[in-house]
């Protein structure tokens, strides 16, 4: 499958996203073959990535979510940056275009915005999906402050 995945692209890899993804949700297989379909969804995914905004963001929230459950599911580990919660919270930070005043002061009247700024503040929505189960894994400071404000303004954008 690794070597599948390693040359596959478009659709064949997305399928193969799904199938290992629904591999690594079986409760009935033992953990360390879960970590490893989830190792190779996340491999899939990241193929997928093809420049554009819109398949950036894809991308990146079903990675997010993906290594929130294994983080959830599996067990946190900070030696695995897929499980570390604070290499999670870093990635998600990094993703993220907007400041949280932005993002607050666009979704005020974002009604009335352009169709690609509306798009903009979704895929923030969309990128800041996992942050209530994120922060209860990370140690007080700067960067869980950080996502605590992003859920504050989350619900705001549409």
């Not at 079986?26 to 190779?40: G, T, Y």
């Not at 894809?58 to 983080?71: D, N, S, T």
């Not at 930070?93 to 009604?111: E, I, S, V």
Request: net charge neutral.
């Amino acid at each position: 499958m690794h070597t599948f995945i390693t040359s596959a692209s478009g659709e064949p890899l997305e399928t193969a996203r799904v199938a290992a993804q629904g591999h690594a949700y079986a409760r009935d297989r033992p953990r360390e073959d879960r970590l490893r379909w989830a190792a190779l969804s996340l491999l899939a995914n990241r193929g997928l990535r093809d420049g554009t905004g819109t398949r950036r963001v894809r991308v990146a929230h079903q990675e997010f979510m993906l290594r929130m459950w294994m983080i959830e599911q599996l067990g946190p580990d900070d030696t695995d940056p897929d499980r570390s919660p604070e290499a999670l919270a870093a990635d998600t930070l990094d993703a993220l275009t907007l400041t949280p005043a932005r993002a607050a002061a666009l979704a005020d009247g974002w009604r009335d915005l352009p169709v690609g700024d509306i798009l903009v503040l979704r895929w923030h929505k969309n990128l800041t999906a996992h942050l209530t189960w994120l922060v209860g894994h990370l140690a007080p400071g700067p960067v869980r402050e950080a996502l605590v404000t992003w859920g504050g303004i989350r619900p705001l954008l549409p």
